[in-house]
């Protein structure tokens, strides 16, 4: 049988990607700095941005946590990446879903450093904190101003990239017990 | 009044680190010390040898709240030095970068720092479940100034578009209009700003300062102007060296100023500028300015927030205005030359007057640098003041003074990091 032209030439629409629409309401945000191992956060969010479509998670790099307080509302699930202090050796990766003792506030020194917790917490009292807030970090290695990303972090970079996919996708996702 | 020793160690909800020593005699305070020990970062000595055109994105590393102050100061008087002029255009440009940093560090210090302290909370995150929509107000109007922050300088946190003879950069007209209507808000959110802090309690605690400030005949000042002080004084910059002096003092890794002749303390900051200039506010803030009940000039520090927030009326006004007229120029910086010589500029930091000095080689580099920012300006005043206020705050309980104290120093919104080129409160009792 013949079809008219503008069947062929404009066939039966392909079936929405679902994937596409998945993670709209996610924000992932990288913390940090041009500095060594503190580009941690940022460098895993410019991996990211390889792995998705774009704006699907929503990805952002930020000097501050305070900057945080800008891009939260309306995020029904809220990714940080950044290096930290307090796990084992340099390079190695874990999550914490908030709220979670290991992000206790502190003092809260200064406008300059308003600390991640601090903002999570700020932010909760609003009323404004996204229902799901994960936060992985990567423990950094000694290091100056100025430094590169130090070898294992570097290395141990992609697998944090891959541990995020996964839990972005639910399938190993993020608990306390990580 | 016994012989009582008070420290505070680590000031809270100041930027940077610092401590304050108080020590009490039989009879009266016998010695107050705001201790900075923030380490020195010795930026002065960092650009040495470097191009010039690295001193607006090194010396913007100095803070993260006030980059475009140094930028600005830096800028001005490397231009200074290479007898280059910028055309009106770029010079309003650069005005609207700096109604941007104004907004969002008054803004912070307002509602985050400051503001807890007259409700009565300890910290800002106690306040913002009471007072919820306040805060939220003051988070956007923060947002507000860093949107344009971003548009102007390429990034809220250490913006990368400033340059010696302009911008990198021009910014499109449509960015800057998709910016009005949040503007147009955020107007109306600095005018409730105003009269929220106005509202508040202040002691009754007046001090004697000499107020110091960039003036300007035409406008409010921020990039240029004279020096002018509270005694009638309107001085040229070249003059500031000779008329300002930084001195080190043992238990400070930051520098204290004070008057070369008089060797005297002087305030700088909001309550200065204010004071000095009250008549060069925008329309709206100099109604405000009466409204709020207020004798301009204030020599009252707890009144110092609502100078800022005035100053935040302005600063969303004159944007305002800005970005409504917005003609794109047809050059981002003016073309300049190499040559020896030496140039200084003042602006006007959100803390107060940020003198820079750079001598400069015929190839373009710094031989030499001075910085002299608003808080180490401020420090010798903020002790004569914290002396003046020992005896009034002083009961048995010495955390209750510490908090006291510390309460002061926030009224001052002392940028430490900056002051140290490097709130422990420990009191001692007899």
Redesign the interface.
């Known amino acids: 049988m013949l079809r008219s032209l503008h069947q062929l030439l404009d066939p039966l629409p392909a079936r929405p990607d679902r994937t596409t629409m998945k993670f709209r309401q996610t924000l992932v945000v990288g913390l940090g700095s041009p500095h060594g191992d503190d580009q941690a956060g940022w460098l895993a969010t410019d991996a990211l941005a390889q792995r998705f479509p774009p704006n699907d998670p929503v990805l952002r790099k930020a ?2 946590a ?2 945080l ?2 891009w939260i509302d309306g995020v029904g699930r809220l990714i940080i990446v950044d290096a930290c202090l307090g796990l084992n050796r340099p390079g190695e990766f874990r999550c914490w879903r908030w709220p979670h003792r290991a992000m206790a ?1 502190g ?6 450093d ?1 600390p991640l917790a ?1 903002v999570l ?2 932010a909760h ?4 904190l996204p229902p799901r807030v994960e936060v992985w970090g990567i423990q950094s290695g000694e290091q100056q101003l100025g430094d590169d990303l130090s070898a294992a972090v570097r290395d141990a970079l992609p697998y944090l990239v891959d541990a995020i996919v996964e839990s972005l996708h639910e399938v190993t996702p993020c608990t306390n017990d990580h | 009044m016994s012989g009582r020793r008070i420290k505070v160690q680590a000031l809270t909800r100041v930027e940077g680190e610092g401590g304050l020593y108080i020590k009490l005699g039989p009879q009266d305070v016998e010695e107050v010390c705001l201790e900075i020990y923030e380490p020195p970062r010795l930026f002065e000595a960092l650009l040495r040898g470097r191009p010039l055109e690295d001193v607006p994105d090194i010396t913007a590393r100095i803070c993260g709240i006030c980059p475009v102050a140094y930028q600005m100061s830096s800028v001005h008087a490397l231009e200074s030095a290479l007898g280059v002029t910028v055309p009106p255009a770029i010079r309003q440009l650069r005005r609207l970068l700096y109604c941007g940093e104004w907004i969002e560090s008054h803004t912070l210090h307002m509602y985050l720092l400051n503001a807890p302290d007259f409700l009565g909370f300890e910290s800002g995150l106690a306040m913002a479940e009471r007072y919820p929509d306040e805060v939220n107000r003051g988070l956007r109007m923060k947002k507000h100034g860093n949107q344009l922050l971003e548009v102007m300088g390429g990034r809220a946190i250490h913006p990368i578009n400033v340059a010696v003879g302009g911008f990198f950069r021009l910014p499109r007209a449509e960015d800057l209009q998709r910016l009005v209507p949040d503007f147009e808000w955020g107007l109306q959110a600095a005018v409730e700003t105003a009269r929220w802090v106005a509202g508040f309690e202040f002691p009754d605690f007046c001090r004697d300062y000499q107020l110091v400030s960039l003036a300007h005949p035409e406008e409010y000042p921020m990039n240029e102007g004279c020096i002018a002080t509270s005694d009638g004084e309107s001085l040229a910059v070249g003059s500031f060296e000779n008329e300002f002096e930084e001195r080190q003092v043992p238990h400070s890794t930051a520098l204290h100023a004070v008057r070369r002749h008089a060797q005297t303390p002087y305030l700088v900051g909001p309550l200065a500028r204010v004071g000095l200039n009250v008549d060069q506010l925008s329309p709206t803030a100099r109604r405000l300015a009466v409204e709020v009940g207020i004798a301009w000039p204030s020599r009252n520090p707890f009144q110092s927030i609502v100078a800022r927030a005035l100053e935040v009326v302005h600063a969303f006004e004159e944007a305002l205005t800005i970005l409504r007229d917005y003609q794109r120029p047809a050059h981002a910086r003016v073309a300049y030359d190499y040559r020896d010589g030496r140039g200084c500029a003042a602006t006007e930091a959100p803390r107060g007057l940020l003198y820079h000095r750079y001598d400069v080689t015929a190839d373009g580099k710094i031989r030499l640098a001075k910085i002299v920012p608003p808080t180490s300006q401020n420090q010798a005043q903020i002790e004569t003041d914290l002396r003046g206020w020992v005896p009034v705050a002083l009961q048995d309980d010495d955390d209750a003074v510490a908090r006291s104290c510390e309460n002061l120093v926030r009224c001052y919104d002392p940028c430490i990091s900056c002051s140290t080129h490097f709130l422990r409160v420990q009191i001692e009792r007899p």
């Open positions: 000097n501050s305070s900057e307080l800008d506030i003092k809260w020194a200064g406008s300059h308003m601090a917490d700020l009292r609003l009323g404004r």
